[in-house]
């Protein structure tokens, strides 16, 4: 609940701030966000599976968001930032389709 | 019994006292039984009623954050895609310059060639109004030349009033000729317009110009030099003395700034002439 909440209250003070990104975060924030996706749904597969932990969702939230930006910023220090954005994406992705798909298995039973 | 007050580790002293006395009673009641002979069972408590309602609080309250940030970041990233290149990569880069340049040289390349079309319309258009202007002014002239328009400017208007003798048609021709040497440009006899087409007739009843009977005093307009014009009736000899002494007639050359000749003649259709093309 107050992650749906959270969630509600985030949308909706970005659509009425309508914040600049910096352009130093720029490139991180677009994989930030995806990041913290795959968290979400991990945790909603955890709430599923009734072993849901909220201190669990929190690390995990912040890990995986600073593991993501770590990674792509050391792809930028190293000049092979966008090929390790997307490689980053498409680990998050792969999982992102897992959850989901677990989430659909709890739901459905199928 | 030992064991486990040491399963609840150090936290155990944090609690409140109740809470430490009611579980001390509850293994105590266990410990304490001696219904059987077995060892007294030492279980493991579950580790989620080891947190206390303030810590749920606040993982509940940095949850919300999380994901307040979450969607925060989410919808500013929304906003911000649209105009940003520094995602693209270098490939991506230099294909949008190549295709841009290109679209500028197609766009370089249609200009030019549509100012070159403006420029030839835009010639084409004075040209026309060229033609215009040439073809108004032929009309004027040539409408003033043959009496289709009314004219005006300074020139002479003369009076011949007749006496007892008739002034014969020959001698007003010969008054029309003198003012035409002079550089009369449009002359009027007694309000017949005259042109090259107009004729003097003497019949019994006077004068005829053009098939109109004209009667004395006859008032002649004529545009042109008012003195040159003056000159060449008055000259002497010239037809205005000979008008005096022969017919006795009474002569006055008036010089005006603005003569009017408003009598317009008809033009004709030309039955056999045409203009050459």
Request: with cysteine.
């Amino acid at each position: 609940m107050p992650a749906i909440i959270g969630l509600i209250v985030g949308i909706v003070v970005g659509i009425f701030i309508k914040p600049d990104v910096p352009i130093a975060l720029q490139p991180y924030l677009p994989i930030m966000v995806v990041a913290a996706i795959d968290a979400l749904l991990g945790s909603a597969r955890a709430y599923f599976e009734r072993s849901f932990s909220d201190r669990v969702f929190v690390i995990s939230f912040l890990s995986n968001v600073v593991t993501a930006a770590l990674l792509v910023f050391l792809g930028d220090q190293l000049g092979v930032g966008s090929q390790l954005t997307t490689a980053v994406i498409v680990v998050l992705g792969i999982r992102i389709f897992s959850n989901v798909s677990a989430i659909r298995r709890f739901i459905f039973r199928g | 019994m030992k064991q486990i007050q040491h399963d609840d580790g150090g936290k155990a002293s944090q609690k409140p006292a109740f809470k430490r006395f009611w579980h001390q009673e509850m293994a105590d009641e266990l410990n304490d039984d001696l219904s059987t002979g077995t060892f007294p069972q030492v279980k493991k408590k579950p580790p989620k009623t080891r947190r206390s309602g303030r810590a749920k609080i606040l993982t509940s309250i940095l949850m919300t954050l999380l994901c307040a940030l979450l969607g925060f970041g989410y919808v500013t990233q929304l906003q911000n895609s649209q105009s940003s290149y520094s995602t693209l990569s270098e490939d991506e880069l230099v294909r949008l310059l190549d295709e841009t340049s290109k679209q500028i040289d197609n766009l370089e390349s249609q200009k030019s060639q549509l100012s070159e079309q403006l420029k030839s319309i835009q010639s084409a258009a004075d040209k026309q109004k060229e033609v215009e202007r040439v073809a108004k002014e032929n009309e004027e002239s040539s409408g003033i030349l043959s009496g289709r328009l009314p004219a005006q400017g300074e020139g002479v208007v003369i009076t011949i009033g007749q006496k007892d003798k008739h002034i014969p048609a020959s001698t007003m021709f010969t008054l029309i000729e003198e003012l035409r040497n002079a550089g009369a440009e449009v002359m009027e006899f007694d309000g017949v317009r005259v042109v090259t087409s107009t004729s003097l007739l003497d019949t019994e009843n006077g004068l005829n110009c053009s098939g109109q009977n004209v009667e004395p005093p006859y008032v002649i307009k004529a545009i042109g030099d008012p003195s040159s014009l003056q000159n060449a009736v008055q000259i002497a000899g010239g037809v205005g003395s000979q008008l005096r002494v022969k017919y006795g007639a009474g002569v006055t050359v008036k010089q005006s700034d603005n003569v009017q000749i408003d009598s317009v003649r008809q033009s004709t259709d030309y039955k056999y002439a045409k203009t050459v093309e």
